[in-house]
């Protein structure tokens, strides 16, 4: 079933179009989840959030955008919106008092990266602890572009931004990590830096 096909029988309610959705784009949201998140349960409850905001949404969908642009613009939204439930729920509720799991230590590793610097698994695991570094914008971005690998289009069209905005967000994002990665006194800054630079020729 090609894509036309697919929305085709999704704006019907077609329930195997629906299930041929999650099969094709459920790693995809659920990795792009976890890491705008940082949280494994977290990304489980956003991804099920996004494939019910699919299921009632596919009849309006008008097809100004490629469908994985519009799953990945609802997927970031999702995301956004469960951080700052999370924020808001941290000004009412008292601390427990019990010590902090680290979520990057029982962290899945649900599909490869297309970026070079996630060759490493120990590598991985530095850049991911110091994306949590940074603001939700920057951090969407680096997701968006340098791991999910989309265009720097389908990424703004995710965002809900302007091209040249996405690109300005993205350069401040990389800017950070760089800088994160550097001060930590380790070499992970090196790769990142080369995968950044052929990542701005595509």
Same mark, same amino acid.
């Given at each position: 079933m090609d894509e036309l096909e697919?929305?085709?029988?999704l704006k019907a309610g077609d329930e195997p179009a629906f299930e041929q959705l999650v099969d094709d784009y459920g790693k995809k949201i659920y990795s792009t989840a976890l890491r705008i998140l940082g949280d494994a349960d977290a990304a489980?409850?956003?991804? &099920?959030?996004?494939?019910?905001?699919?299921?009632?949404?596919?009849?309006?969908?008008?097809?100004?955008?490629?469908?994985?642009?519009?799953?990945?613009?609802?997927?970031?939204?999702?995301?956004?919106?469960?951080?700052?439930?999370?924020?808001?729920?941290?000004?009412?509720?008292?601390?427990?008092?019990?010590?902090?799991?680290?979520?990057?230590?029982?962290?899945?590793?649900?599909s490869p990266r297309p970026d070079e610097a996630y060759e490493s698994r120990e590598t991985r695991a530095e850049i991911l602890?110091?994306?949590?570094?940074?603001?939700?914008? &920057?951090?969407?971005?680096?997701?968006?572009?340098?791991?999910?690998?989309?265009?720097?289009?389908?990424?703004?069209?995710?965002?809900?931004?302007?091209?040249?905005?996405?690109?300005s967000r993205l350069s401040r994002a990389r800017g950070n990590l760089r800088e994160i990665l550097s001060e930590r006194g380790n070499f992970f800054a090196r790769p990142a830096s080369k995968s950044v630079k052929e990542g701005e020729r595509s």
């Amino acid at each position: 079933m090609d894509e036309l096909e697919l929305i085709r029988k999704l704006k019907a309610g077609d329930e195997p179009a629906f299930e041929q959705l999650v099969d094709d784009y459920g790693k995809k949201i659920y990795s792009t989840a976890l890491r705008i998140l940082g949280d494994a349960d977290a990304a489980q409850d956003a991804s &099920q959030d996004v494939f019910l905001k699919i299921y009632g949404a596919a009849a309006s969908f008008k097809g100004n955008s490629a469908l994985s642009t519009w799953i990945y613009r609802i997927t970031v939204n999702v995301c956004l919106d469960s951080k700052r439930r999370q924020r808001r729920l941290k000004l009412y509720t008292p601390p427990d008092g019990g010590e902090d799991e680290d979520p990057q230590a029982r962290l899945p590793d649900p599909s490869p990266r297309p970026d070079e610097a996630y060759e490493s698994r120990e590598t991985r695991a530095e850049i991911l602890d110091a994306l949590k570094m940074l603001d939700d914008d &920057q951090r969407t971005a680096v997701v968006l572009r340098d791991i999910q690998g989309l265009s720097y289009i389908e990424a703004a069209e995710a965002m809900g931004c302007a091209e040249g905005t996405f690109k300005s967000r993205l350069s401040r994002a990389r800017g950070n990590l760089r800088e994160i990665l550097s001060e930590r006194g380790n070499f992970f800054a090196r790769p990142a830096s080369k995968s950044v630079k052929e990542g701005e020729r595509s």
